[in-house]
């Protein structure tokens, strides 16, 4: 990460590709406390694997083609001699992946503001042109919603929907608003629409898909539900997964940022090994019978509207010659030091501080990390960073190191430019261990107090009351599965399996797709509310629903913290 903000700091744009998602994520936090300022955008790859029968994830696909239109339009201005250092974030997966050719975006955005008379009828019209879903209530990326004069759009790029207000054809105004709760926010100037999906289902392509699909898979394959539904101009689960029909020809996301420089993660090169073997095998595997591919001899084939004919893997996904091509020229970081010596540069960067008395008492360990203070201050005086995960922890160590330095000698920043020569600073940020720079000390909050532990809660027993649970469901009541999110119960089955019948609790998800849960492990399920309830149904393994726990954990964390600190300033206030 220190080489990447030194290079960000020289002005240079950088094409970062980490090894998995984590990593993606840790540099993209690093980046915000190493370089602040440097334009940034991440690039995902698909939440699926490859020749699946699910589609990856609203949300991710929206940023991704939010990024893509970015890089086309604004991000384009920075190719070449360009204007201020950039950072494109993505992982092995998503380089490794074919898309839409840049000019695909080029006058596909459309910019909104109050006062223009853009009336709802039309703008629905493009938003369902874009691959925008019609629903009755919006929740998700990629959604939108009309009651009279009220239009509701969950566009990709935003972290809330929005809502226009329209007076006639005349845009009113435009305001965020909370997707769970429904409840309007903050107004905004401007709105940006951007394609939902990287292919759209106009006219041209689909006919582009019909005759693809009979070119590649023969005339019976006409007859298979992927084929109906893009005839209809409908959308189709794990359709994503034939996106070369939908264009006359893909390109690859170094198409976006030829001149920028390329940055290969430490392992990413095993990484791209291990993508490609899960390519052949996942297509391997859709080659054998009893795939659904009607062409191996699957009696699941056409007539069951289950048929899957994969395409060739090199028509989604870049052989490794031609990856090869571009991962040669890319820069490969390492944590260590080149064993050749004169090869390579040194960013500088050198292990943390050890921490003789780390998950010690609490006064042990706060006395070494002040035994640090003081010798850096006696010597190099060097700045000493302390990284947190969030403000409880801000707050107790904050107080701990005031008792020992005395009050007002910590300073919180949230970038590390900022820290002074001497200075003892907290700054929140999730890092694992910490790192010394000729500059500064950075110390974690895992260094003082070591790893911490948790212990997964015993759920609680409730299977033999599961008879009075089921009872007080009613069919068509709305339940909330605990992996899966909201489905509708559909009553009593029994299924039989491993040699015997057991009793199942049916459960309907969105598309259709049903869940069979046996009934002594009802207590994974709650109730949502009656039959009448307005909910929209999760998609069975998609991630959607773990995305909203996601973001509820972290609001709840969010308020522990702010409850702690409010504990602690009680706390200071009695002393």
Not at 59 to 88: C, H, S, Y
Request: hydrophobic letters at 40%.
């Amino acid at each position: 990460m220190l080489a990447v903000s030194s290079w960000l700091a020289a002005g240079e744009r950088l094409v970062f590709v980490a090894r998995d998602d984590a990593r993606m994520i840790a540099m993209r936090d690093a980046m915000a406390h190493l370089a602040p300022a440097v334009a940034t955008r991440v690039f995902p790859a698909w939440d699926c694997l490859p020749f699946d029968r699910l589609s990856p994830q609203g949300a991710l696909v929206g940023q991704r083609v939010e990024t893509l239109a970015w890089l086309a339009d604004d991000g384009g201005k920075m190719k070449g001699d360009g204007n201020g250092p950039a950072l494109l974030l993505t992982t092995v997966n998503a380089i490794l992946q074919r898309v839409p050719q840049a000019g695909y975006f080029e006058s596909r955005s459309k910019v909104l503001a109050a006062g223009d008379a853009t009336g709802p009828a039309r703008l629905c019209d493009f938003l369902t042109g874009q691959g925008y879903l019609r629903t009755d209530t919006v929740r998700e990326t990629g959604e939108f919603a009309l009651r009279g004069g009220i239009l509701d759009i969950f566009p990709p790029g935003q972290e809330m929907p929005v809502r226009l207000d329209f007076f006639g054809d005349e845009l009113e105004t435009i305001r965020g608003f909370d997707a769970a709760t429904q409840r309007g926010g903050a107004s905004m100037d401007r709105l940006v629409l951007r394609p939902v999906a990287e292919f759209q289902l106009d006219e041209a392509a689909v006919e582009r898909f019909r005759t693809g699909y009979r070119a590649a898979f023969g005339a019976m394959a006409s007859r298979d539900a992927l084929y109906e539904s893009v005839s209809a101009a409908r959308m189709h689960p794990g359709m994503e997964h034939w996106l070369p029909l939908f264009h006359e020809e893909l390109g690859l996301l170094t198409d976006y940022c030829p001149h920028w420089r390329m940055v290969l993660d430490h392992e990413a090169d095993a990484a791209i090994s291990a993508r490609y073997a899960q390519i052949n095998d996942f297509y391997g595997a859709r080659q054998e019978p009893g795939d659904g591919n009607p062409g191996n001899g699957d009696p699941k084939g056409d007539e069951s509207g289950m048929a899957y004919r994969p395409l060739p893997p090199d028509r989604l996904y870049p052989s490794e010659a031609e990856s090869k091509a571009f991962l040669d020229t890319s820069v490969r970081l390492m944590p260590f030091a080149s064993p050749d010596e004169g090869e390579g540069n040194d960013a500088g960067g050198r292990a943390g501080l050890v921490l003789t008395r780390a998950g010690g008492t609490g006064q042990s360990v706060i006395a070494e990390v002040v035994e640090i203070i003081a010798a850096e201050r006696s010597g190099r005086n060097r700045p000493v960073v302390i990284a947190v995960a969030g403000e409880g922890a801000a707050v107790r160590l904050e107080e701990l190191l005031d008792g020992h330095l005395g009050g007002g000698e910590v300073e919180r920043i949230d970038q590390l430019e900022l820290a002074e020569k001497g200075g003892v600073c907290l700054v929140e940020w999730s890092l694992d261990s910490g790192f010394q720079t000729e500059q500064l000390v950075v110390i974690t909050e895992t260094d003082i107090f070591g790893q911490r532990l948790s212990r997964p809660r015993a759920r609680r027993g409730r299977g033999e009351d599961f008879l009075r649970e089921v009872s007080a469901l009613e069919e068509g009541d709305l339940v909330v599965h605990a992996e899966h999110g909201i489905g509708r119960y559909e009553g009593l089955v029994i299924i039989d399996s491993s040699g015997g019948p057991h009793d199942c609790l049916q459960l309907v998800y969105s598309g259709g797709d049903k869940l069979y849960l046996p009934v002594e492990n009802i207590e994974m399920l709650s109730r949502y509310g009656s039959a009448g309830t307005d909910a929209q149904l999760d998609r069975l393994g998609g991630a959607a629903w773990q995305a909203r726990v996601a973001r509820v954990k972290g609001r709840v964390r969010e308020m522990a913290d702010a409850l702690i600190k409010i504990a602690a300033q009680r706390m200071t206030a009695r002393a």
